[in-house]
């Protein structure tokens, strides 16, 4: 499942930007991924709260070690300040979250110089908190947390259904792992109805909740409109031969039985 995986992790990444003010060069130049440009725009308007945001989150994702443990305490201290729009300070804290959260995993690179920040208590509060708001989706999703911790949560969620597209991919991949192979389907087959963004990933989920259905869960019928929908859409794709191939060796096999 690294199609699965891929998405996920692209997802994860585009989580932690915010929303780009329309002629504010520091957000645009932020929301651009231009660091350098945003953190020095930023500081020229110290000590507004949203430049000291935009201060610290360069320096975390600037590649000095150094800068991030910087970037890091500021965007600590901000965050406890609660000085930002609700909007910024519950982006700021799910920023916060994640980026003490990987420091803190990467102990060959910053010891225990981020071990100050509660990030499994900063998701939980987001969550509590926030549990319409896709900042929770995405805190759920870093927490790695279970399909019997997200599904009840997605099926109460009252935002914007496509934010829960990864939680139910990421449920998924979970019950691959644990063999669970139908309802690992149903939840692949969640987020390709709610809509998986990226083009490549949803084409690939059509094909794999047909194969989960059938090859591995041994339920063809429930496979069947997958394959025959993956055929359809995409007929010059090498995995629409194997599909083809699926439902001929299904029907070859009923009219054996028939005879």
Known sequence: MTGIKTALAIMAAAALTLSVRAGDTMFEAYADGDYYTAGR?????????????????????????????????????????K??????????????????????????????????????????????????????????????????????????YQGDRRDLTALYMYAATLYIERGEFIPAARALETAYNIGIGNPIFSQLALFRIGYLYDRRGG??????????????????????????????????AERTKSK
């Open 41 to 81: 725009l930023a500081r020229a308007r110290l000590p507004e709260p949203e430049a000291r945001l935009i201060s610290a989150l360069s320096r975390l994702y600037e590649p000095s070690a150094s800068h991030a443990e910087e970037g890091l305490r500021d965007l600590y201290e901000l965050c406890g300040e």
């Open 83 to 156: 000085v930002l729009s609700p909007e910024l300070q519950l982006q700021g804290q799910l920023s916060l979250a994640r980026c003490a959260q990987l420091m803190q995993q990467r102990d060959d690179l910053y010891g225990q110089r981020a071990d100050y920040v509660n990030w499994h208590g900063i998701y939980d509060e987001i969550i509590r908190n926030h549990p319409n708001d896709p900042a929770a989706c995405d805190a759920l999703l870093y927490l790695e947390a279970q399909p019997e911790v997200t599904l009840p949560f997605a099926a109460a």
């Open 219 to 252: 339920d063809y019928q429930s496979a069947e409109k997958y394959y025959r929908k993956f055929i359809e859409r995409y007929p010059r794709n090498k995995l629409a031969q194997i599909a083809a191939r699926y439902i001929d060796e299904h029907e070859a």
